[in-house]
């Protein structure tokens, strides 16, 4: 191999791999592009951007700048609009016994959405009350699929964070800075029948209200890849 040949080809080495990086940089700015900054869902004065899909609406208060489910009596809150893939975070603080949820691609009815959609669950679980759940039904699970990372929620009456990405089929669920849940829904066959909420691509965000009083603060959301309403 002369000289000449062997500078080509070093040169044609170069030039691929300015192309290789240049095409990686285009697609990481044009997927932040795509990716909406976070807005607040809660003003920490009314309910304003919520809607009462089910349930009854005296179940649920603002109070100290806290968005407050009151007790018992089902039903729950959705976004004002349909979120496909997002990154959804909040502050919440359970007393004793109580139980709720944030439903993700929840359709706005009044179906049982932790079948039709997906629920992430919030609940009290060292209540005696509870003493022989699943553990898919502990807080951060996905409600009737995937168990949480056990030992990271605190006691009741102190504030957790909860973040929660949903992209695709890949959910992770972090509870006080730790992850808890990393799962992908499509690899779940066996529950298409009995959960088809896991093949949804878009719906509502929720809280559920389930019985208990939950306090909720600094709940706030990202669109990954917006939705067309």
Do not use: C
């Not at 100290?64 to 039903?75: I, N, P, R, T, Y």
């Not at 509870?175 to 909420?197: F, I, Q, W, Y």
């Amino acid at each position: 191999m002369n000289r000449m040949t062997a500078s080509s080809i070093l040169l044609a080495a170069f030039l691929v791999g300015i192309v290789s990086v240049a095409q990686e940089t285009i697609a990481v700015v044009l997927a932040q592009s795509n990716a909406a900054e976070f807005q607040s869902l809660f003003d920490g004065k009314s309910l304003n951007g919520w809607t009462q899909i089910t349930g009854n609406p005296k179940l649920w208060a603002v109070e100290d700048g806290s968005l407050v489910m009151l007790g018992e009596g089902g039903g729950w809150l959705g976004t004002g609009r349909d979120h496909a893939d997002f990154e959804f975070d909040f502050e919440f603080k359970l007393t004793p016994e109580s139980n709720s949820g944030i439903y993700l691609r929840a359709p706005a009815d009044k179906s049982h959405i932790s079948r039709t959609g997906m629920e992430i669950q919030l609940l009290d679980e060292t209540h005696p009350r509870y003493r022989d759940i699943k553990d898919w039904q502990k807080t951060g699970a996905l409600y009737h699929v995937s168990p949480p990372a056990p030992g990271h929620l605190k006691p009741t009456g102190e504030w957790n964070r909860m973040e929660i990405r949903l992209e695709g089929p890949h959910l992770i669920v972090k509870l006080n800075g730790a992850k808890v849940v990393d799962d992908r829904l499509d690899s779940h066959p066996e529950l298409d029948a009995e959960h088809p909420g896991l093949k949804r691509t878009t719906g509502r965000v929720g809280l559920q209200s389930h019985n208990g009083r939950v306090e909720f603060r600094k709940i706030r959301i990202r669109d990954l890849h917006p939705v067309r309403q």
